[in-house]
Structures are given as C-alpha cells and as structure tokens.
C-alpha cells in the first residue's frame, strides 16, 4: 500500500492511498480530513466538483483514480517520468510521491504525517543554454531516450514541456516541491506540416486577452536553438513584496466529470453523452458560476479555428474561499489554416460539429439550452465576436512573426461568418 498526505491552501485536506490486491491497477482510496470539513463545510467542492468534502462518505475509489489520473502527463510522457522515478506508472499515488510537489493547481502531496516546505527558495539559475538543455531533455524523454535531466513538475498533456520559475534575476529550475511560475511547450519540427502551432498559440492568446477571455503571458522564444512557447501560468500568483509563489487551486472539465483519459480521445465530444458542453455549464452552475464566460470562450475557440479545445483545455478556479469560476482561456491556438487540418470540433455545439457548418445561431441556441436567456447568450457571442474584430485591427502582428497571413486570414473570414449571422 502507497499513502500519500494531499494539502490544500495551506491545510492537509485528505489522504489517498494506492492498494495493489493483485491488479494491473492499483484501487485507489481517500479518506478526508475532519479540518477540510470544519474550514470549507461538509459538501464543499473546495477540492472538485467530483469529489465533495464528506469525511462520512469516502467517494468511489473509481473517482478517486479518474481524478488523480488527470493530473498527469499523458502518454509516453507519463510512462518514461515513472520510469525516471522509479514508480509503477498505472499508480498515481506512487507517481504523486516522486512529482507531488508542483501539480496542476494548488494540491501538493507530501509524506504521511509531514507538512509542504514553505516556497522561500531560489531554485537554480539556468541561462539559456541551460533551459535549452532542459527542453531537448523533455523532447527525449518523450520519445523514450536519455535521462539526464528529471522533471520535478507533473503537467497534464501529450506535447513535450517543462515548468520553470522566472523571477527579476532569471530563469530558475524549481526544486522537487516548489511552484513553477512559467510553462514552456517545446515547438514542432521546422518544416513540419504542423511548425506554426507554438506560434498561432501565442497569437491566439493575444487576441484572447485583449477580448477579456485570458490573462496568461504567452510568447514564442528560442532557449540555445530550441524554439518553445513560454505560457505564465494562471494557477500561480506572485505577490508584490511577498516571498515565494502562491498556488491557486483549479481542476479542469474532464476532471470534473470524472473523465478518465488515459484513452486521450475520451476528451473530445466526437457525438459522445459525455464530455459536452451542455454538462461543463452545468458544473459551472451547480458551483454557483456563470456560464456565460463558457459560451464567450466557445465563441473564440470556434472563431480562431481551435479544433482542440476538448474538456481538459477547459477548467475553473476554485478558490481558498470556496467560491469558482471558469479559469483563464489557455492552449488556445489556430488549426484550420492547415489543409490537413480536422474540421470537426472537439465539442457539440446545438448539435452540430463540422466547424464550417457552425454558426452564430448555433452557439445561441446552446447558451440557451443551458437556461441563458437569450439576451444574455447574444450579448456574451456578440461581445466575444466584436473585441476580436477589434482585437484583429489591433494586435501587432509583428509581434507573431511566425503566423503566416493564410493564418491570420482564416481567423478574420471566420469571425466575419459568425458576427454575419448574428440576429440584428
């Protein structure tokens, strides 16, 4: 058996343990602690929305499982990390024991009985040949070569990254159990039919940002010949005058509804019940947020041309004080520009989900179908589709140098299309 303390914004809120009793995969368990209950409230989603605070009611070790699972890398990725550290890769405890230090949100896993390290120090200097090192590392960790440089950070997704910690002296490489600040996704071969995407990721988040949707940093920079986007990450906050880096809790929609991904296509809608955005809307709901931010982020997805906007690119904050919100637009980028390209969406929307067939009407008529009245579903669609028109006028498309003009073309025809069919 293979224990593991979970603390949460300061407190430990539960404990999850792995048994083996003879499986391939290991049952997983969490017991509550009685504080979680006491400081949040009995049925509190402080956690997710999956499993609420009940220390009367442990929930289903096959929630337990689906939830962990969704915190770790996907694929190869994930197989060659346990294999750095050692673990069984099908046990998510063992996993979290050796990279449960910096997750996605604001869980950190510690030993039974212990308590995290307060985030007071620097971490190690890294130049740029340094952090260059470190993403061609990540590049063949992925294809199942070399183990020089072991990953400290747990980030959910197939792409090869790493989590680094940018402060006023630098890039810094973080300690097994501090808080990374910066995500950075290594980019596609040159030459690839798919090169562009670390760039129209980061264009895409500019437009997404000036439409009020994002407040992630992103850019595309070259670390000793290495081309990589460098994302800030919304689930960490730097006070002014404060030491170390605070975490903010966040789950994202897979998680929420007890999606196990470990088949990668089970993200994507594809004509499934689950996942939808139909049910996302109602998680954000039942938490007592508005799903009008979603129905404004699936106006942007579908305007940019983001074929894979599936249910783990899409998640919400839940907050020290039990309050939620749809998290901050990220992995947001440009697909259809590509001849290759899928034209399918990754979600449903009224029904329909050939990009080129989706229309504004469509996208009313599921804010609608969400309980938005339909004043409030048009003016979250119309609103999104005017500040991107703007947004298009606006942004420095030197900035993106590595965004061709069919790219950006393809993101003004699409917009044009859906504010066309916009009831006047």
Not at 162 to 187: E, F, M, N, S, Y
Not at 364 to 392: C, F, I, M, Q, Y
Request: charge should be neutral; hydrophobic fraction near 40%; glycine fraction near 10%.
């Amino acid at each position: 058996m293979t224990e593991l303390d979970a603390w949460l914004y300061g407190s430990r809120v539960a404990r999850f343990r792995a048994r083996d009793l003879g499986r391939a995969t290991p049952r997983v368990e969490l017991e509550w602690d009685a504080g979680a209950a006491r400081r949040w409230g009995h049925g509190s989603r402080v956690l997710s929305h999956l499993l609420p605070v009940d220390p009367d009611a442990p929930p289903p070790p096959a929630r337990v499982s689906a939830w962990l699972d969704g915190l770790m890398p996907e694929g190869r990725i994930r197989e060659h990390m346990a294999i750095d550290a050692g673990v069984d890769p099908e046990n998510p405890v063992a996993f979290f024991r050796a990279y449960g230090g910096d997750t996605v949100g604001a869980l950190v896993f510690v030993a039974p009985g212990a308590e995290p390290e307060p985030d007071r120090r620097p971490g190690t200097p890294l130049d740029d040949a340094g952090v260059g090192a470190m993403l061609r590392a990540s590049v063949a960790r992925a294809g199942g070569q070399g183990r020089a440089q072991r990953l400290t950070s747990s980030l959910p997704g197939m792409e090869p990254k790493i989590g680094l910690v940018r402060d006023g002296a630098g890039w810094r490489r973080a300690g097994a159990d501090q808080p990374t600040t910066h995500i950075l996704k290594v980019a596609r071969e040159a030459g690839s039919p798919t090169a562009d995407l670390v760039d129209t990721e980061a264009a895409a988040l500019d437009l997404a940002r000036r439409v009020g949707l994002t407040t992630i940093d992103a850019h595309v920079q070259t670390f000793d010949g290495e081309r990589a986007i460098v994302v800030s990450r919304y689930d960490r906050a730097v006070a002014p005058g404060e030491p170390g880096v605070r975490r903010v809790h966040q789950e994202d929609a897979a998680q929420a509804l007890g999606i196990n991904t470990r088949d990668p296509e089970r993200k994507f809608q594809h004509g499934r019940t689950l996942p939808s955005l139909a049910r996302i809307a109602r998680t954000l709901r039942d938490d007592g947020a508005r799903p009008d931010g979603l129905l404004a982020l699936t106006t942007l997805n579908l305007a940019v041309g983001n074929t894979d906007a599936h249910a783990k690119n899409v998640s919400v904050l839940r907050r020290a004080d039990g309050t939620v919100a749809l998290a901050p637009a990220y992995d947001v980028s440009m697909h259809l520009h590509h001849a290759h390209a899928s034209r399918v969406f990754a979600m449903d929307v009224s029904g329909e989900r050939d990009m080129d067939r989706i229309t504004a009407a469509h996208l009313l008529a599921e804010g609608e179908s969400w309980g938005l009245p339909r004043r409030r579903a048009l003016r979250a669609v119309a609103a999104t589709l005017d500040g991107l028109r703007t947004g298009l006028e606006e942004i420095d498309r030197d900035a993106h140098p590595g965004v061709g003009p069919e790219a950006w073309r393809t993101v003004e025809d699409r917009t044009d299309a859906l504010r066309a069919g916009l009831p006047s």
